[in-house]
């Protein structure tokens, strides 16, 4: 985190495969760096249909609760941004359309 202020986690959670998406870990990494909610920036993305979406819907609703993470599509307000593609499946078809649509979040003037 000291490189990289730019993460884009698709179809997957923290602690992936455990059963458990533990957010309080992320904001625990976060303070242990030191960083300012404007220092780092998170735009995630999954499907209604992908097997990883049981875990990653949770996490993201629990970061939305703690205070390290300001969830928003106007990364000039907050840091956390996810977007839930309905249909979407565990795919390469899917993946490329995250890309396409997070990756303007991270580059706005």
Same mark, same amino acid.
């Given at each position: 985190?000291?490189?990289?202020?730019?993460?884009?986690?698709m179809s997957g959670a923290?602690?992936?495969? #455990? @059963? %458990?998406? &533990?957010?309080g870990a992320l904001a625990r990494a976060v303070d242990k760096?030191?960083?300012?909610?404007n220092e780092y920036f998170i735009m995630s993305a #999954? @499907? %209604?249909? &992908?097997?990883?979406?049981?875990?990653?819907?949770?996490?993201?609703?629990?970061?939305k609760k703690l205070?390290?993470?300001?969830?928003?599509?106007?990364?000039?307000?907050?840091?956390l941004w996810f977007i839930l593609a309905n249909g979407g499946e565990h795919s390469w078809y899917y993946v490329r359309?995250?890309?396409y649509n997070c990756l303007p979040f991270f580059f706005r003037q």
């Open positions: 985190m000291d490189i990289v202020g730019y993460f884009m986690p923290h602690h992936w495969g #455990t @059963g %458990t998406a &533990d957010a760096a030191g960083l300012r909610k #999954t @499907g %209604t249909s &992908d097997f990883a979406n049981p875990v990653l819907s949770p996490q993201i609703e629990a970061m205070s390290q993470f300001e969830y928003t599509s106007d990364f000039s307000k907050g840091n359309q995250y890309i």
